[in-house]
T-cell receptor, first 113, second 115 residues
Framework: DQQVKQNSPSLSVQEGRISILNCDYTNSMFDYFLWYKKYPAEGPTFLISISSIKDKNEDGRFTVFLNKSAKHLSLHIVPSQPGDSAVYFCAATRAGANSKLTFGKGITLSVRP | GAGVSQSPSNKVTEKGKDVELRCDPISGHTALYWYRQSLGQGLEFLIYFQGNSAPDKSGLPSDRFSAERTGGSVSTLTIQRTQQEDSAVYLC?????????????FGSGTQLSVL
């Protein structure tokens, strides 16, 4: 049973436009959410996170929105750049010591020049 | 080292052979995780270490899989009698508590191919 779902396997956007990557979760115990970015032949790297006490967190071009009632979060990238082309994983956990992350399947983002 | 180091980067083996995968975490990180990513799948949790003990082994798919960590540092993941379905990228991550959640730092992974 997948607790973190990224239902769209891929997304293609034009450089300069907005990229919106979606993620849904089923476990209501999750209270901390993270996005990781992965380039080919490299390990995932942390991008941005959000606690359930917030509904938005912004870091430069990246903003994550959380809708707890819908158990939905999204990552917005504005403006999108070709270097953003990568696989993006959504992850969730119960905050606190030693909580493992549960990951989605990932979304492959392609930003066209 | 500067980051999480995994070796080998690629491993091709024959079905039925045993393999050992190594992870060297970031110095000072007490938590160490093993994940794997099979083709078309997300990152699947395998096992977690806090120091040398493994409080959570719930993700190990079968008793052919085992892992150990010594000296609170290097960890090895051993797969005995490998099967073709074990083919995947095996990722190691280490962490230090950051705020309310844990930010994991991943290695580049070991691509395991079982023929």
């Amino acid at each position: 049973d997948q607790q973190v779902k990224q239902n769209s396997p891929s997304l293609s956007v034009q450089e300069g436009r907005i990229s919106i990557l979606n993620c849904d979760y089923t476990n209501s115990m999750f209270d901390y959410f993270l996005w990781y970015k992965k380039y080919p032949a490299e390990g995932p790297t942390f991008l941005i996170s959000i606690s359930s006490i917030k509904d938005k967190n912004e870091d430069g071009r990246f903003t994550v929105f959380l809708n707890k009632s819908a158990k939905h979060l999204s990552l917005h990238i504005v403006p999108s750049q070709p270097g953003d082309s990568a696989v993006y994983f959504c992850a969730a956990t119960r905050a606190g010591a030693n909580s493992k992350l549960t990951f989605g399947k990932g979304i492959t983002l392609s930003v066209r020049p | 080292g500067a980051g999480v180091s995994q070796s080998p980067s690629n491993k091709v083996t024959e079905k039925g052979k045993d393999v050992e995968l190594r992870c060297d975490p970031i110095s000072g990180h007490t938590a160490l995780y093993w994940y794997r990513q099979s083709l078309g799948q997300g990152l699947e949790f395998l096992i977690y270490f806090q120091g040398n003990s493994a409080p959570d082994k719930s993700g190990l798919p079968s008793d052919r899989f085992s892992a150990e960590r010594t000296g609170g540092s290097v960890s090895t993941l051993t797969i005995q009698r490998t099967q073709q379905e074990d083919s995947a990228v095996y990722l190691c991550a280490s962490s230090v508590i950051a705020g309310m959640g844990e930010k994991l730092f991943f290695g580049s992974g070991t691509q395991l191919s079982v023929l």
